[in-house]
């Protein structure tokens, strides 16, 4: 199968084009690498991948419809995974528009490409923000996301509803999944698990929002590239059985009711308490953190909690990594890269 994937210089990309080309799928992967974090590890990542023959890179921002498009149709894709983003949540505050050109301009372009040549499946990244002020937990699919918190979650359910309709207007099997605070080896420098050792490494003091009364559903890398992989074989269509063999209805199976289009959680549908988190750090590294307790910052949310029973029943997985298990191997990674 051919791969066309956005963001395989980021954290997730890196790891599903990985996964697919050692599985022996054919990926090319494009991105713009960004100064948003260390581009040197953007370019290690893709590095490893080029290592394989099954791996292409190109380097192209989401926004240069031409470069994409000739890309593009030069390697007519069965199937493309649209990752690439402005991630972040607190920095949507300070550059709104990296969201706005990204996230909202970069996924236009993407789905024109799939309009004009038609891969047999669309698979794009969405985040559990999108779930925003809801209080019902854990968070379904189904459930409402009409008051996101901040441009960040804002953009994803604008890039879930824009894929949606032209999954209805062009007949395009779509599929969004929302993540679930992903962690694990290769990961972002922005993301609390990396901060979180390297200050206690550093002797430095780590931050913790709303005084630690906060629960994360923490999803392991690893688990997440094979759930995506494995949901690229479930090709959203109308009556299809599902992962046990069993008929179900469109709804069962998470399907739009006028288009062949599906949104999937993707997490371990286990909150963890983040001092258990920062506690699970520190047994690792043998040594305490310096804490700095701070109030709630704007745009968080105090509990994320992932409903995962339509993922498992599409492709008979869930993700189940303990946090002790996945932060160990995380930090073996971080000491790894940067030799300490």
């Not at 023959?53 to 390697?75: I, T």
């Not at 605070?181 to 990396?194: C, E, K």
Request: aromatic share 10%; proline share 6%.
């Amino acid at each position: 199968m051919r791969y066309f994937i956005t963001g395989t210089a980021g954290f997730i990309g890196f790891h599903v084009a990985k996964r697919l080309t050692e599985a022996g799928h054919t990926v090319c992967g494009v991105d713009g690498m960004t100064s948003y974090y260390d581009v040197a590890l953007k370019r290690r990542r893709h590095a490893m991948l080029l290592q394989s023959p099954h791996f292409s890179a190109h380097e192209l921002m989401l926004e240069d419809m031409e470069g994409l498009a000739r890309v593009y149709a030069q390697f007519a894709p069965d199937v493309v995974i649209h990752l690439a983003a402005q991630a972040g949540v607190r920095y949507s505050l300070e550059n709104p528009r990296a969201y706005v050109d990204s996230n909202l301009v970069g996924t236009f372009n993407i789905l024109e490409l799939a309009r004009a040549h038609a891969p047999g499946h669309l698979l794009l990244a969405s985040t559990s923000s999108v779930y925003g002020g809801n209080t019902k937990m854990p968070f379904e699919e189904r459930d409402p996301t009409d008051h996101p918190l901040t441009l960040y979650a804002a953009t994803k359910k604008a890039t879930e509803v824009m894929a949606h309709s032209y999954a209805h207007l062009w007949n395009l099997p779509t599929t969004a999944f929302r993540f679930f605070t992903v962690y694990g080896p290769w990961g972002r420098p922005d993301m609390a698990l990396f901060k979180f050792t390297k200050g206690i490494i550093e002797n430095q003091p780590i931050e913790i929002y709303n005084n630690g009364d906060m629960q994360r559903d923490f999803t392991y890398i690893d688990d997440l590239a094979k759930a995506i992989v494995l949901l690229c074989d479930a090709v959203p269509q109308r009556g299809v059985a599902d992962a046990s063999g069993a008929a179900a209805t469109n709804d069962d199976l998470g399907l739009s009711p006028v288009a062949p289009f599906r949104v999937v959680n993707i997490g371990n549908g286990e909150p963890v308490n983040l001092l258990a988190f920062v506690e699970a750090i520190e047994t690792v590294l043998g040594k305490k953190a310096i804490r700095r307790y701070l109030p709630m910052q704007p745009g968080d949310v105090p509990r994320t909690f992932a409903d995962s029973r339509l993922l498992e029943r599409l492709t008979g997985f869930r993700p189940a990594t303990p946090v002790a298990q996945g932060v160990e191997k995380f930090v073996r990674w971080y000491r790894d890269y940067h030799n300490v």
